[in-house]
């Protein structure tokens, strides 16, 4: 099975909204946990990320701490902005030692003025 | 910060024909790359794992033959669509991990948009 889960899209929201992406992971070790954001016809950016559990990692008003209790990795903003619109991956990096990338299914958020 | 550059940004090619696809890490020296596929609306599949001066790792599923990868430098990586068929067209994507730092988050190029006809 997939080893990221994340919440199916597309999410809808006004633009100030509070927004929260879920994501789960399987949990083999302690994996390094991303979220990456990818706007229209573009590759991926690195959003955030965290490397331990409790850790929190934050950018741009988009948070995420990483829960080694619940294996999860939930994105969550504030306000959105218009300009938020894109889809959001959730990653982990395997612990093996090519450290490959394993993605979720990816979220839309459509944000609307 | 660290730039991954793609090129070309879009193709479009006959079929039967092949397509060479450039992955460069313009600041930084990258031992390895990663070679990903994304179909419209989809996520990112792994396609290979690629190592300076030496043979590809790919992943189960992907034939070898069909889409080449040579990482002669530390900051290129190359892959080759041979024979491309109107099933090959996607969105393919290269990460490049800045050499020496086994720990650090990969770079992504900005992808390519292949449209074989």
């Known amino acids: 099975g997939n080893s990221v889960t994340q919440m199916e899209g597309p999410v809808t929201l006004s633009e100030e909204a509070f927004l929260t992406i879920n994501c789960t992971y399987t949990?083999?070790?302690?994996?390094?946990l991303f979220w990456y954001v990818q706007y229209p016809g573009e590759g991926l950016q690195l959003l955030l990320k965290?490397?331990?559990?409790?850790d929190k990692g934050s950018n741009k008003g988009f948070e995420a701490t990483y829960r080694k209790e619940t294996t999860s990795f939930h994105l969550e903003k504030g306000s959105v902005q218009v300009s938020d619109s894109a889809v959001y991956f959730c990653?982990?990096?395997?612990?093996?030692?090519?450290?490959?990338?394993?993605f979720g299914a990816g979220t839309q958020v459509v944000v609307t003025p | 910060g660290a730039v991954v550059s793609q090129h070309p940004s879009r193709v479009i090619c006959k079929s039967g024909t092949s397509v060479k696809i450039e992955c460069r890490s313009l600041?930084?020296?990258?031992?390895?790359m990663f070679w990903y596929r994304q179909f419209p609306k989809q996520s990112l599949m792994l396609m290979a794992t690629?190592?300076?001066?030496?043979?590809?790792?790919?992943e189960q599923g992907v034939e070898k033959d069909k889409f080449l990868i040579n990482h002669a430098s530390l900051t290129l990586s190359t892959l080759t669509v041979t024979s491309a068929h109107p099933e090959d067209s996607s969105f393919y994507i290269c990460?490049?991990?800045?050499?020496?730092?086994?720990?650090?988050?990969?770079?992504f190029g900005q992808g390519t948009r292949l449209t074989v006809v």
């Open positions: 990653a982990r990096r395997t612990t093996d030692s090519w450290g490959k990338l394993q």
């Open positions: 600041d930084f020296q990258a031992t390895t």
């Open positions: 690629s190592n300076e001066g030496s043979k590809a790792t790919y």
């Open positions: 965290a490397t331990k559990a409790d």
């Open positions: 990460s490049a991990r800045p050499t020496g730092k086994r720990y650090t988050e990969a770079f």
């Open positions: 949990a083999t070790g302690y994996p390094s």
